[in-house]
């Protein structure tokens, strides 16, 4: 079975690769989700990462993000990509969990009205102590992090998506179950409201928010497979 997964990886275009190890995987190589995981592993870290607005709590809801795909596997039907049904088990399990810790969201309304002093006030505030926006690209990077996390969670939601993982616009539309048209709405909006306090610091360090360094990925790897073995969920166990 290693060696078939291996000649899939080798062999095949992303998207026809995802598909065939899903198979695989569903059947209980644990080799293959193994490899849709570090594959993936940074999208569902980033996406709750941009929910849940804590590493840690990231890290928790990607783990259990991808347990509740592993479980799911067999009723994946390819009908979307692989890496948009993750993103929809992710958001929907961090979304969970912030409605479950009743978690103070700024309404959307709110923020959308020009006159809402509160969220421009939150998004202008100093940041890890009010760097000047003349440092090194790391503390732009840290700057850019603590405004992303101060941005409502519509917006923050839509933006990581957008921005930092790069799906398309009818990506999150289908992820997040809203209109296209809502998801340019949120999206420019909430890049209109970093500028205003990053101004043209907002590029420079964009792709890199939120990294996902490798001791991390190994991390949720290692403590998915582990109750994976748990739970039977791989080939040949019980």
């Known amino acids: 079975m290693k060696k078939a997964t291996q000649e899939v990886y080798s062999s095949c275009s992303d998207e026809i690769c995802d598909t065939e190890l899903a198979k695989l995987a569903a059947n209980g190589d644990g080799a293959s989700f193994e490899v849709i995981m570090r594959r993936h592993n940074q999208l569902l870290f980033r996406t709750a990462r941009g929910i849940v607005r804590s590493d840690e709590e990231a890290e928790d809801v990607a783990q259990e993000a991808w347990m509740q795909c592993w479980r799911a596997l067999s009723r994946f039907r390819a009908e979307s990509k692989l890496s948009t049904w993750l993103v929809r088990i992710t958001v929907n399990e961090a979304l969970g969990r912030l409605r479950r810790k009743s978690a103070q969201i700024i309404p959307l309304e709110a923020a959308m009205v020009s006159s809402d ?5 939150a998004l202008t505030q100093d940041a890890e102590g009010g ?4 440092v090194q690209r790391l503390q732009v990077r840290a700057l850019l992090e ?8 519509d917006f ?3 933006f990581m998506l957008r ?3 790069e799906m398309s616009v009818d990506e999150v539309a289908q992820v997040l179950d809203i209109p296209a048209a809502t998801v340019r709405t949120r999206y420019f909006r909430a890049r209109a409201l970093l500028r205003e306090s990053l101004a043209q610091e907002f590029d420079v360090a964009v792709g890199d928010v939120f990294s996902f360094a490798g001791e991390r990925c190994n991390r949720i790897v290692s403590n998915v497979m582990a109750r994976a073995l748990e739970e039977g969920l791989l080939e040949g166990k019980s």
């Not at 002093?117 to 006030?121: E, G």
């Not at 760097?131 to 003349?134: A, N």
């Not at 405004?147 to 969670?153: A, V």
């Open 163 to 165: 921005a930092v993982e």
């Open 117 to 121: 002093n509160d969220t421009r006030s």
């Open 131 to 134: 760097p000047e926006f003349s």
């Open 146 to 153: 603590a405004r992303i996390d101060l941005l409502p969670e």
């Open 156 to 158: 923050r939601c839509v």
